[in-house]
């Protein structure tokens, strides 16, 4: 039998692009922990909710963009408006434009950076702002768990998707300053950067495997999404992590590489050149390859 401490009974969650994909894998999960949903998304978050419904769970739909103002604020209403609270934000909503940086133009590369980092920061905002005060009252920490979306296309600088690998990287970027501002108040952020066959994903993943289970289906995502939600994960905070099939990779942190000194100060681009000429540069620059073959 599970952990007590992983199930979510009494916690209300949202999730965002929840009509479908990942996003819906994660609300039934968080369901299924026993959490109260409030299902977010432009297209299917209704059926969504009644799927949740039909199983015996405790679910409500928001349609609208998620990255429009004032998209925080009724995520947070209707989980206030139903359930009194919110103890779980999960955001997962977005879309893809990929093309070259050469052929990309200003409305794919504005499309993708709002909706996913633009949509994260208003959704976090809202939650931030709810559990801050919730902690003031209380006199205390709070649940208060965010867990956002990245991907590895921001760990291995996609080229053929710069305005997604810059939005998911700002993201990982986002879900440590959120980790490091809502400490104080017990609640905590992650990110997860997964990988799942689902209609973003058809041209790169192809359909499922004809028989047997599929390592790649977005359930093996949810799992993690689950834990990190759950009082077992108080302790587990500012962390990035690679998820799918049965693997979860851990990313360390940025580390300090080389470091040059010129003890005057540096005085032109020759010094430089002379100090940076043999030194131990990254293969790959600040890029982790390696992630790509994690299976
Ligand atoms: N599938 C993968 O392998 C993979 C890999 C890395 C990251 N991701 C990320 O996971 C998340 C979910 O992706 P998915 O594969 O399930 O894709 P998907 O296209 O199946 O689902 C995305 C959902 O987000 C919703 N959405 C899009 N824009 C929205 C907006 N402005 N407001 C509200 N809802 C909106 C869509 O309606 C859709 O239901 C995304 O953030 C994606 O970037 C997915």
Redesign the pocket.
Known sequence: MDDPNVRLDGLAAAV??A?????RAHALALAEGGARLVV?????AEETAAEIRARGGTARAVGG???ADGAGERLLAAAEEHYGRLDVLVN????VRDRMLFNMDEADWDAVVR??LR?HFLASRAAAAHWRARSKRAGGPVHGRVVN?A??AFLLGSPGQPNYAAAKGGIAALTTATAQALRRYGATANAI????R????AGVFGPPPQDGPDPLA?ERVSPLVAYLASPAAAHVTGQVFVVHGGVIGVLKPPELGPVLRSPGGWTGPGEVARALDGADLPPHGFTAPEVASLA
């Open positions: 965002t692009g009509g479908r994909g990942l996003g977010a998304d432009l297209h299917g963009d998620a990255a997962n909503a977005g879309v909706t996913h949509g979306t991907s590895e950067c997964p990988r799942a689902t209609a973003m994903t977005p």
